[in-house]
Nanobody, 122 residues
Framework: QVQLVESGGGLVQAGGSLRLSCAAS????????MGWYRQAPGKQRELVAR???????NYADSVKGRFTISRDNAKNAVYLQMNSLKPGDTAVYYC????????????????WGQGTQVTVSS
């Protein structure tokens, strides 16, 4: 019923920038928060950044000052501007939406995108 689609990943050199986009589709009435997570091979999925409807933002310490998350509530979209990229940022980045209320919902639920690859070379 709800689908999240990420875009904007790619290959960049260290110090470069990328902008990730994610849009949620479906009969969505409300999303409490949207965020970005990433997972590198052999590592657990970790929070990168998260933003609520009220624009409360949480960043991972490793990306503070380099990444900026933003959200367009009307479009059910979230963006991640990534600057000063490092090889350690290489991972599959996943879009997340939590507290999602749809037209048929009796309770909220969480959804994940399929991921977009970000590769940062030296």
């Amino acid at each position: 019923q709800v689908q999240l689609v990420e875009s904007g990943g790619g290959l960049v050199q260290a110090g470069g920038s990328l902008r990730l986009s994610c849009a949620a589709s479906g009969s969505i009435l409300n999303i409490n928060a949207m965020g970005w997570y990433r997972q590198a091979p052999g590592k657990q999925r970790e929070l990168v950044a998260r933003i609520t409807t009220g624009r409360s933002i949480n960043y991972a310490d490793s990306v503070k000052g380099r990444f900026t998350i933003s959200r367009d509530n009307a479009k059910n979209a979230v963006y991640l501007q990534m600057n000063s990229l490092k090889p350690g940022d290489t991972a599959v980045y996943y879009c997340n939406a939590d507290g999602v209320l749809t037209l048929l919902s009796v309770r909220t639920a969480d959804y994940w995108g399929q991921g977009t690859q970000v590769t940062v070379s030296s």
